[in-house]
């Protein structure tokens, strides 16, 4: 049924374009407010903070917050803890984000393999341990990695292996965290298998006849057209992996135990913020994170484009 | 060659062409990758199966040597009046089932159940050293526990509760915000969107620390209400997701109604909603979950208020309790999740397809 086409004017020209201005900045409205209320100023806010020796459980009146310059700053570099906690961030990231690369890409793979038998099943079991509260995953992972009665140990013993005490241990605590996380990867297992199953198979079929083999499809088609894809999971992975807290904090209590080994960057923040109430210097933690994740996400959105093929023209 | 194929299939009824689909396909990697597969499925969900025979099993199982994988209890033979519980015995004829009578330091009296004209045969040996006979005996003890323990109905109704109220406000901020980005021409929209794909970037923890001085100055600490209002203000993931889909519905519909004297928010109502229905129970079905498993929002802004409290921060505190009781952590464990897997496996197809709407369009 033929329409005539609503003639679009230039926004906020004339009587129609102003109506639909006025309308459009009605819808926005709520993330307006939002933005402004519950992250811009809040920002500001805790820009300011890091200026001062504010403490919470004083009253939240301006005698109580005095102007120390650059101390909370300065208290960066004197703090024993925070290159700890660098460190553990660092060490838990840097075995999540290959793993959190690799292991839903396998499964992935796996799942659109036209060889497997009911590929829908195993898509929605790789999938559910996603769904389950990270408390109650951690709960079951304390159960499983247990030295005596988990089953970790016990099917290493199978292979005459002594498995280590995971989450008593200060050198394998991390590791146990990092597998409480592959149990998450169904999420991005499904993204990139939506990724795989939207590559044109004329491509493939046109390397057949050019002779490659799997590997080299693998290599030379598959990487390279899911690799917006593949940028898109290792870049979310380190942003929320340098976010890491919940499991951190119910692990390791408030102290990061065993030892100091799991004291992510979050808990010793959290600590600071919420058990010592120390609202200066953790704002200077907060700000001092913010600042190294957007300088990780620049970093990864300049450098790593080059290795990127956009399949689709209208990128 | 032909033949034989045919007869290892014949088991299982298929259709013939099923069966030549197959047979194109090739058996022999289908088994292989199917086998891998389900390798791959079973050690990935081990500590579901942990988690389940230990919620089943009778507390005392966890410290007894060598006892079985699944849920048992030892058992007894009645004999004489009293119950005698029995052992795996070896003799010189094999191991055999005996129920102990006495036991002494270094030998011990048995009867056995299956020759009991024998009487009391004396055996050589620390019968302490003996494994108990097991039989399969799963135990709802460990869930009756758990349940007096913590207050599950009262956790279940804040959970729900939160959940629902937020997942509305999501709901209702965030179609109006992709509606106005999808449909609306703004100045400056694509700086603005911009803007509210950047705050995915943004760690909760730079704004945590004013927006709890904020909620506790206003009085709103302690009350659910930090955790449902900023529900109402739309939120990035959503916003992005929603005005993705949004954006694929021609606009000739819009138009029509605009025909029609419609005004922009009953174009909405009326027609684009309808058509997005896709979208918006993905959007809802993720928020819900969110919002159901969220943790550290509640502990923060709920801290003390017991009553108040949602699941994921009312069982927290088993966490440190393993050590003394297990079984009962793994109970808890099985009743946290029984509400969210039955809710995924009923949305699969919709929660999928909107992980994927979501991540793919990047």
Not at chain 1, 132 to 150: E, K
Not at chain 2, 253 to 268: I, R
Not at chain 2, 302 to 313: Q, R, Y
Request: charged content about 10%; some cysteine.
């Amino acid at each position: 049924m033929a329409v005539d086409a609503v003639k679009t004017k230039p926004a906020g020209r004339g009587l129609m374009g102003r109506q639909r201005l006025r309308w459009g900045l009605f819808f926005l409205a709520p993330w307006f407010i939002g933005f402004f209320a519950f992250q811009l100023l809040p920002i500001v806010f805790t820009f300011f903070l890091s200026f001062t020796d504010y403490n919470a459980t004083k009253e939240f009146a301006p005698e109580n917050f005095n102007f120390v310059g650059l101390n909370n700053y300065g208290r960066l570099f004197s703090d024993p803890e925070l290159g700890n906690s660098l460190g553990v961030t660092l060490k838990f990231t840097l075995i999540a984000v290959p793993l959190g690369l690799i292991v839903p890409l396998m499964f992935a793979l796996l799942v659109n393999s036209k060889h497997l038998f009911a590929p829908n099943v195993f898509r929605t079991l790789f999938f559910l341990p996603t769904v389950i509260p990270v408390v109650a995953g951690v709960l079951v992972f304390q159960g499983v990695l247990n030295p005596q009665s988990g089953w970790i140990d016990l099917l290493l013993k199978v292979f005459g292996i002594e498995g280590p005490r995971w989450l008593s241990d200060p050198t394998w605590a991390i590791p146990a965290l990092n597998l409480l996380g592959l149990w998450g990867v169904g999420n991005a297992m499904l993204i990139y298998l939506g990724a795989l199953q939207s590559v044109p198979t004329e491509i493939y079929e046109a390397s057949v006849l050019d002779g490659a083999n799997g590997i080299q499809r693998f290599i030379n088609i598959t990487i390279p057209m899911i690799s917006p894809v593949i940028f898109y999971n290792v870049t979310l992975g380190v942003i929320t992996s340098f976010q890491y807290f919940v499991a951190a904090l119910l692990i390791g209590g408030r102290n990061g135990d065993p030892q100091g080994a799991t004291l992510f960057y979050n808990l010793h923040f959290y600590r600071q913020a919420f058990v010592f109430n120390d609202m200066g210097y953790a704002s200077v933690l907060a700000l001092f994170l913010f600042a190294i994740v957007m300088v990780l996400t620049t970093f990864m959105f300049t450098f790593l484009q080059r290795g990127i093929y956009y399949a689709s023209s209208d990128i | 060659m032909a033949t034989t194929k045919q007869t290892q299939i014949a088991g299982t009824t298929k259709s013939r062409f099923q069966v030549r689909g197959m047979l194109k396909r090739d058996i022999v990697p289908t088994i292989l990758v199917t086998l891998l597969g389900t390798v791959l499925m079973l050690v990935f969900l081990l500590p579901l199966g942990y988690m389940i025979a230990t919620a089943f099993k009778p507390e005392a199982q966890l410290s007894a040597q060598n006892a079985p994988l699944l849920p048992a209890k030892s058992t007894t033979y009645n004999y004489q009046g009293q119950d005698l519980p029995l052992y795996n015995v070896p003799t010189s004829e094999g191991v055999k089932q005996w129920a102990l009578v006495k036991g002494f330091r270094e030998d011990a009296d048995f009867v056995d159940p299956a020759n009991l004209g024998k009487g009391v045969i004396n055996w050589k040996g620390r019968y302490r050293t003996l494994d108990p006979v097991y039989e399969f005996s799963p135990t709802l003890d460990n869930f009756t526990t758990a349940w007096s323990d913590v207050d599950f109905p009262l956790l279940f109704r804040n959970t729900f509760f939160i959940a629902f109220i937020s997942t509305v406000g999501t709901l209702i901020s965030c179609i109006m915000v992709a509606y106005g980005f999808a449909r609306f021409r703004i100045p400056g929209k694509n700086i603005l969107f911009i803007i509210l794909i950047s705050t995915v970037v943004l760690p909760p923890q730079a704004t945590i620390i004013p927006l709890y001085i904020l909620f506790a100055k206003i009085g709103w600490t302690g009350t659910w209400l930090p955790l449902l209002v900023p529900a109402f203000f739309a939120n990035a993931y959503d916003v992005f997701l929603l005005r993705q889909y949004l954006m694929g519905i021609p606009k000739e519909l819009d138009e029509a109604a605009m025909v029609d004297g419609a005004n922009p928010l009953t174009t909405l109502i009326r027609v684009i909603i309808p058509q997005a229905i896709p979208a918006i129970t993905a959007v809802t079905l993720f928020h819900f979950f969110y919002a159901w498993n969220d943790y550290f929002a509640p502990l923060v802004y709920l801290a003390g208020k017991e009553e108040l409290f949602p699941i994921s921060v009312g069982i927290a505190k088993f966490v440190g309790t393993y050590g003394t009781h297990p079984t009962r952590a793994m109970a808890t464990a099985v009743l946290t999740m029984i509400l969210p897997a039955l809710l995924f496996f009923f949305a699969q197809r919709q929660f999928m397809q909107g992980v994927v709407a979501t991540g793919v369009d990047k």
